[in-house]
Nanobody, 127 residues
Framework: QVQLVESGGGLVQAGDSLSLSCTASVRTFSTYVMAWFRQAPGKEREFVSG????????RYADSLKGRFTISRDDAKKTVNLQMNSLKPEDTAIYYCAADWVGAGTWVGPAPSAYKYWGQGTQVTVSS
């Protein structure tokens, strides 16, 4: 069983930066695909960014490229999301997700592709 715990959310002003972290309890963390999703009130959960295991290749939602950066530290079993130039529309609950299909293979941006989820952390950006 994989457990994911997010941290780092909070209330910030537009233009500020915020860093989220997700710690996983799993032996072979380096082989897992890790991703961040977010869900705003009344909206569907949407893909933010993902990072493959092994290769460490990163992927981003087109609308967020250039502002958000995902990274992973396999030794610490963490995945981080650095968010810069935050906007009020970035306000949402941010979720960490993980899945394993073998050798860190990318599983895609659909929430249904991820088996393991954290509880989420609230990010609120005021204007």
């Amino acid at each position: 069983q994989v457990q994911l715990v997010e941290s780092g959310g909070g209330l910030v002003q537009a233009g500020d930066s915020l860093s989220l972290s997700c710690t996983a309890s799993v032996r072979t963390f380096s082989t897992y695909v890790m991703a961040w999703f977010r869900q705003a009130p009344g909206k569907e959960r949407e893909f933010v960014s993902g990072i493959s295991g092994s290769s460490g290749r990163t992927r981003y939602a087109d609308s967020l490229k250039g502002r958000f950066t995902i990274s992973r530290d396999d030794a610490k079993k963490t995945v981080n999301l650095q968010m810069n130039s935050l906007k009020p529309e970035d306000t949402a609950i941010y979720y960490c997700a993980a899945d394993w299909v073998g050798a860190g293979t990318w599983v895609g941006p659909a929430p249904s592709a991820y088996k393991y989820w954290g509880q989420g952390t609230q990010v609120t950006v005021s204007s």
